[in-house]
Structure formats: structure tokens, C-alpha cells
């Protein structure tokens, strides 16, 4: 896969194995976790003079019973505590960053196939 001048690999595992990259969840996974951590970074830089680390782990939960609830749970762990008032600030942020409304908004996926180019 190619976007923007850099190549990416996606792969699946094979037989037990890793494969040659990351699966496509995977990578839409980090794509959330890492548009979370710059957004976050864009607001704390803006608002202190030391903002300290962001960390953010997306874990994908698949239903283990019919019915239940299908679901990404996201993780922030911030390396300084920041003032109660602030923290609700950031994650207001957090839920406003862009590829969380993408894949908050974009239930559907619409599907064509079109002839050989």
C-alpha cells in the first residue's frame, strides 16, 4: 500500500506466524490510537509548558455471545496528572478527534465494483 510517498505492508498471520506487517485492524487501530495521541499533544502544548507523555492502547472487543455488544475500548494514560477540569477537557478532545468521528459516524460501508482500467 502506498499514501503519500510512504509504503506500508498489511498482512495476515499465516500458520502461527506473524506475517509481513500489521493486519488491517491492526492498522486501523492504530490509526485511532495515534489520532488521539496527536491531538491530545496539540491541546496539552498549547495549554503547558511541560505536557508530559501520552500513551493510548485500543483494544477491539468482539462479542463473545449473540447480542452482546461489539465495541473499541480506548485506553489514555497520561504521564502527569493533569487538573480535574482539564482531564474532562481532554477527553472531550479525545472524542472529537477526527478518526473517532469517522469511525463513529461511518456505520455504513457501501461497496461497488467498477470494470478493469
Known amino acids: 500500500m502506498t499514501t503519500g510517498g510512504f509504503t506500508f505492508v498489511a ?3 499465516h500458520h502461527g506466524t506473524l506475517g509481513e506487517g500489521p493486519t488491517p485492524t491492526e492498522y486501523l487501530l492504530m490509526a485511532l490510537a495515534s489520532c ?3 491531538t491530545l499533544r496539540q491541546y496539552v502544548d498549547y495549554k503547558y509548558d511541560t505536557a508530559g507523555d501520552i500513551t ?3 483494544d477491539y472487543h ?3 455471545q449473540e447480542g452482546a455488544e461489539r465495541y473499541l475500548q480506548r ?3 497520561l504521564s502527569e496528572d493533569p487538573d480535574p477540569d482539564d482531564l474532562k ?3 472531550e478532545i479525545a472524542e472529537k ?5 469517522l469511525i ?3 456505520w455504513s460501508v457501501r461497496t461497488e465494483f467498477v470494470g478493469t482500467r
Open 104 to 106: 463513529q459516524f461511518a
Open 97 to 101: 478527534s477526527p478518526v473517532t468521528l
Open 56 to 58: 493510548v492502547e485500543i
Open 11 to 13: 498482512d495476515e498471520p
Open 62 to 64: 468482539e462479542p463473545e
Open 75 to 77: 485506553t489514555i494514560t
Open 36 to 38: 488521539t495521541a496527536q
Open 89 to 91: 477537557v481532554m477527553h
